[in-house]
């Protein structure tokens, strides 16, 4: 059969790093649809001609129509699992609202999965199930040791998948995220959400004057220029790991994968921010703060087992071509904005 036959559902495809997966699905021509409630996502990141459910996967009566509907229901079936709360801040402040998002409605999904008989799941991990790290690069191998209710939400479903494929005929891949950046190269989607923290969001912000300045926490960590260190991946490589993975799944039924996403290398702070003035010409303003609790020196990945396990070659593997989508992204956010508001 062809793997591309497979009807993937995409939870929280109307978001960030979900939208990407959906145009790379799309793109390589599988058979694809989305759900998300869109409380944090856009229904302009949908694709024309992809179908789309509002509503949250907790509801399984949704779930189990879309399952029927997308030809899922028949011992078949591929799942990305994308939607939930990333904020790390947040999630001390509110850690019931982790737990319900990120596990209780993975859990509600899981059991929808396997009540259907869907036979591969992706799911959308993170580098924060890793804590503060003793050591960096990071493997897979390193103790799981979260310090903060988001990477426990997170591990608590990779423990719940590990436990389900054990019990059952579904296979997963677990990958692990470090600090995903940029935009769709061709300009369809990117990260629209506002009030968002990631470093380069912020910067291509503050550099089209929509921030007055960019925040620099903490300028004496153990690193060559006292910043932070962490290993910016491209959210389209990001994408492309997803498919790849996905292809490893139906290859393999009996096998299920966990995989650092990241390309090994990692940028300062200060260095990021060069790079940002380099493209612009035009230095956005700095401002040191104290830095942040639980934020470690360095948080770089070892992705020898992705290397070794997929046929992935990031195409993007470069800090100054994923601020330079990112910025492009933004100014065309900046349009979109204008024509809803012209529309309204």
Excluded at 126 to 152: F, H, K, L, Q
Excluded at 309 to 324: G, N, S, V, Y
Aim: a negative charge; aromatic letters at 8%; glycine letters at 10%.
């Amino acid at each position: 059969m062809d793997q591309k036959a497979t009807p993937v559902l995409v939870t929280g495809g109307a978001g960030y790093i979900g939208s990407h997966a959906v145009l790379a699905l799309k793109d390589a021509g599988w058979r694809v649809s989305v759900i998300d409630n869109l409380s944090t996502g856009f229904r302009f990141a949908v694709p024309d001609g992809v179908p789309f459910y509002e509503g949250d996967i907790e509801d399984a009566g949704l779930v189990a129509r879309i399952f029927a509907e997308q030809g899922m229901d028949e011992g078949g079936g591929a799942i990305m699992h994308f939607a939930g709360s990333i904020v790390v801040p947040e999630s001390v402040s509110d850690p019931l609202k982790y737990y319900h998002n990120n596990t209780a409605k993975s859990r509600a999904l899981i059991e929808s999965a396997v009540r259907a008989g869907v036979g591969h799941f992706i799911f959308s991990s993170t580098a924060a199930t890793y804590g503060v790290p003793e050591v960096s690069p990071v493997s897979e191998d390193c103790p799981r040791a979260p310090i903060n209710p988001y990477g426990w939400s997170k591990l608590m479903t990779e423990q719940m998948l590990a436990d389900t494929a054990a019990a059952h005929a579904m296979n997963y891949c677990a990958l692990r995220y470090f600090n995903v950046a940029g935009a769709d190269p061709e300009g369809r989607s990117g990260q629209s959400t506002a009030g968002a923290t990631h470093l380069i969001k912020v910067a291509v912000e503050a550099a089209l004057g929509k921030r007055d300045h960019v925040s620099v926490f903490g300028t004496d960590y153990a690193t060559p220029d006292g910043t932070g260190v962490r290993d910016y991946i491209h959210v389209s490589d990001l994408a492309a790991a997803h498919v790849l993975a996905l292809e490893a799944l139906i290859q393999a039924p009996g096998r299920s994968m966990t995989m650092n996403c990241g390309y090994g290398r990692g940028f300062s702070v200060l260095e990021v921010l060069d790079a940002l003035d380099r493209l612009t010409n035009a230095p956005i303003e700095r401002r040191f703060a104290e830095r942040r609790a639980g934020d470690p020196d360095s948080l770089v990945s070892d992705p020898s087992r992705i290397r070794a396990t997929l046929p992935w070659t990031p195409r993007f593997d470069d800090l100054e071509t994923i601020i330079a989508h990112a910025l492009a992204w933004e100014r065309r956010l900046g349009e979109i904005r204008a024509g809803e508001g012209a529309e309204a």
